[in-house]
T-cell receptor
Framework: AQSVSQHNHHVILSEAASLELGCNYS??????LFWYVQYPGQHLQLLLK??????LVKGIKGFEAEFIKSKFSFNLRKPSVQWSDTAEYFC??????????????FGAGTTVTVRA | DADVTQTPRNRITKTGKRIMLECSQT?????MYWYRQDPGLGLRLIYY???????NKGEISDGYSVSRQAQAKFSLSLESAIPNQTALYFC????????????FGEGSRLTVL
């Protein structure tokens, strides 16, 4: 069964610090990869996605993620966080298919708290 | 206006009551989903529908049922609510390409006493 692991449950850091959130998946073969963000009191929204091509993906708000196929990883990074980056971050993985066998899986999420 | 609208946004109910959460979307997507979010567990899929005549169980469908009334409407029902169904529920949509990109509603917070 496909699973998605996020290594950190809660990360606390100061403004201007660098952030890296780990994500590993267990599914073999071609996958599509996502990071979603949920700001306090809001719905989830897409931060960035990887389907193919350059494994270093740039998203909104200065975030980027690197797909390393050999490590089954898709880690999220931001060089310098802001207080407004306080949120919960979810990694998600899907095997692209046109069938009804739906396989989008979410990680448990990482809560990021940025202190001013 | 939000593309994916959920009602109610908050609901407190008692054990044994029937509850319906409604979702409507203006994105024109065929595919709709219901997830529940619990702390430390992330999002888990309850049911999904790829078109009006297609309903599929997700990983945690027990205790829930759904109805796809139209392309734009997908409701989730708890026939007899129990306390461990207390959670934040999200409706989501995606396009037919099944790229996995989801568009979420604002969420419905349900508390079962």
């Amino acid at each position: 069964a496909q699973s998605v692991s996020q290594h950190n449950h809660h990360v606390i850091l100061s403004e201007a610090a660098s952030l890296e959130l780990g994500c590993n998946y267990s599914y073999g073969g071609t996958v599509n990869l996502f990071w979603y963000v949920q700001y306090p009191g809001q719905h989830l929204q897409l931060l960035l996605k990887y389907f193919s091509g350059d494994p270093l993906v740039k998203g909104i708000k200065g975030f980027e993620a690197e797909f390393i196929k050999s490590k089954f990883s898709f880690n999220l990074r931001k060089p310098s966080v802001q207080w407004s980056d306080t949120a919960e971050y979810f990694c998600a993985v899907i095997k692209p298919t046109r069938s009804n066998d739906y396989k989008l899986s979410f990680g448990a999420g990482t809560t990021v708290t940025v202190r001013a | 206006d939000a593309d994916v609208t959920q009602t109610p946004r908050n609901r407190i109910t008692k054990t044994g009551k029937r509850i319906m959460l409604e979702c409507s979307q203006t994105k024109g997507h065929d595919r709709m989903y219901w997830y529940r979010q619990d702390p430390g567990l992330g999002l888990r899929l309850i049911y999904y529908s790829f078109d009006v005549k297609d309903i599929n169980k997700g990983e945690i469908s027990d205790g829930y049922s759904v109805s796809r009334q139209a392309q734009a409407k997908f409701s989730l029902s708890l026939e007899s609510a129990i306390p461990n169904q207390t959670a934040l529920y999200f409706c989501a949509t995606s396009d037919y390409l099944d790229t996995g990109e989801l568009f979420f509603g604002e969420g419905s917070r349900l508390t079962v006493l």
